[in-house]
């Protein structure tokens, strides 16, 4: 028998506090669907790590900009159901939009400065929007813990403090990037990219792996690191890099010289998509490949 679909939010409370009830510890992977192996192995951690798994599949129309890609977002709810059962979920938990914000709704969470820097900069109201969906639903879901990935790292860094400072009581783990055989970090989003921009994408994280290496042979100058990435990255014509950032992992300030552990973040569109991905980079150490192998 397949999982089930939960669309009504007091459904899914009435859910939650039943397993609650029995004494089961909860864990939760928010999403907007069209599943990849990044989301599936977050399901897994959460399968391992709780005794009951919540998935979310909802398209957050407050985190897209005007001119953002909020319509033509992928989605196949059929496949996405059979995939988050076979990777371990419980349930899958699918409110709609006039749910999340009925008429009169007015409420906007921000997490001051991470949502203004990197990413923020370029999409205005986004992560107050992230913030806000993800609040809502951790209150209808009530988790134990919550599954997020670091290929989105202001976000995880930016919901995790929300949950700290809204004493929330739900523990945030981040599960690491997934990627494609060529380094490309696995995302929805690559489904708008034509054959020719596909093999171009392939570029961003040879271009963050050239700036590990660099750190790890021992550059501190953070202006130098980002001239590695851009200047890797324009050797594709079809990648256009809207920002390559420098910054601490926790406080996500902007570094000017490396000493301690770092976060390399960019953005790039390739074709009309923007693609982010990051890297963390350790002074004097090789960075490891996927699969954890030097290289
Ligand atoms: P999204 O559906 O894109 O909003 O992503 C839902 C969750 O999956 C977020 O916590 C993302 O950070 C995470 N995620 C997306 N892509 C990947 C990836 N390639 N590897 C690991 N986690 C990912």
């Not at 994408?201 to 001239?227: C, D, F, M, P």
């Not at 809207?242 to 490396?258: C, F, G, K, M, Q």
Request: aromatic share 6%; charged share 25%; net charge negative.
């Amino acid at each position: 028998m397949a999982i089930d679909i939960l669309q009504h939010l007091d459904e899914m409370t009435r859910w939650s506090e039943e397993e609650r009830r029995r004494g089961h510890t909860l864990g939760f992977v928010p999403t907007m669907g069209y599943f990849h192996e990044g989301h599936l192995s977050l399901i897994r951690l959460a399968r391992e790590a709780c005794e009951r798994v919540v998935v979310s599949i909802f398209v957050n129309p407050t985190q897209f900009g005007p001119r953002e890609d909020f319509d033509r977002y992928p989605r196949d709810l059929g496949r996405d159901r059979r995939l988050a059962e076979e990777a371990g979920a419980d349930l899958v938990f699918v409110p709609t939009v006039d749910a999340m914000y009925p008429e009169g709704f007015r409420t906007l969470v921000s997490v001051r400065r991470f949502s203004e820097v990197l990413c923020g900069a370029q999409r205005p109201g986004h992560f107050d929007g992230v913030a806000t969906v993800v609040l809502k639903l951790v209150n209808l879901v009530r988790p134990d813990v919550m599954f997020l990935g670091e290929k989105d790292y202001q976000q995880a860094v930016l919901l995790r403090r929300m949950m700290t400072d809204l004493n929330t009581g739900v523990k945030v783990l981040l599960g690491p990037t997934v990627r494609e055989a060529d380094g490309l970090a696995m995302s929805s989003r690559n489904a708008y990219l034509s054959g020719a921009e596909r093999d171009a994408a392939g570029i961003l994280y040879r271009a963050l792996r050239a700036a590990a290496k660099l750190v790890a042979s021992g550059e501190t100058r953070a202006h130098a690191v980002v001239a590695e990435v851009r200047g890797v990255i324009r050797e594709a014509a079809l990648a256009q890099v809207e920002y390559v950032s420098v910054v601490d992992p926790e406080t996500l300030e902007e570094v000017a010289a490396l000493h301690e552990p770092v976060v390399v973040a960019l953005a790039a569109r390739v074709g009309n998509s923007r693609l982010i991905d990051n890297i963390i980079c350790v002074p004097g150490r090789t960075p490891r490949a996927p699969g954890g192998q030097e290289r």
